[in-house]
């Protein structure tokens, strides 16, 4: 009995349905310590349960020009989604200890695709805030992408257009049509 048992654990935590309570130093016997979330970056319900309404944020944080955006700290940008003018990135990295946040970084100009389009270079900067500890943590951040679309239209003189976004020492692209 015991095999199967072991199995599902060693799946259960591979899959992620363990919870913060997984422990990656190998000690099982307490819980990861927790942070609560900062409201741009809502924490990610464990399967069966729900979000509190205060760890959703309905305000997304903007876009912010910066003449040398680079990144800070470790993440890793899961997935990108585009909702109107908001970005909504799914991120992963460590910590639980300390409030972590999130800024989009943006020099300010456009280069071209190899097709001949606009694209834009941003940094997604993480800060965890001297946070040590080691629970894998799953958040989410939203940021309006308004500025980005203003120096476009300034600068394209259209009201319409398409700019890839690339992300500085990410795999991640998403595509922004307004």
Avoid at 87 to 94: D, F
């Amino acid at each position: 009995m015991r095999k199967p048992i072991w199995s599902g654990l060693v799946l259960c935590t591979l899959l992620g349905c363990a919870g913060t309570s997984t422990s990656t130093s190998g000690d099982t016997s307490r819980p990861a310590p927790q942070a609560e979330a900062p409201a741009d970056a809502p924490v990610e319900a464990p399967p069966g349960e729900q979000q509190s309404p205060a760890a959703v944020s309905s305000t997304p944080k903007t876009l912010r020009l910066t003449d040398s955006p680079s990144p800070k700290d470790d993440i890793i940008i899961q997935s990108l989604e585009l909702q109107g003018d908001t970005l909504v990135a799914k991120v992963m990295h460590s910590g639980g200890c300390k409030e972590h946040t999130y800024d989009l970084l943006w020099k300010g100009d456009f280069q071209k695709t190899a097709a001949g389009g606009s694209q834009a270079e941003l940094v997604l900067a993480h800060d965890a805030n001297g946070d040590a500890c080691e629970a894998l943590l799953n958040r989410t951040a939203s940021f309006d992408l308004g500025p980005l679309k203003q120096r476009w239209r300034e600068q394209y003189k259209s009201e319409h257009g398409t700019i890839e976004l690339r992300f500085t020492g990410a795999q991640a692209t998403a595509r922004y049509e307004f």
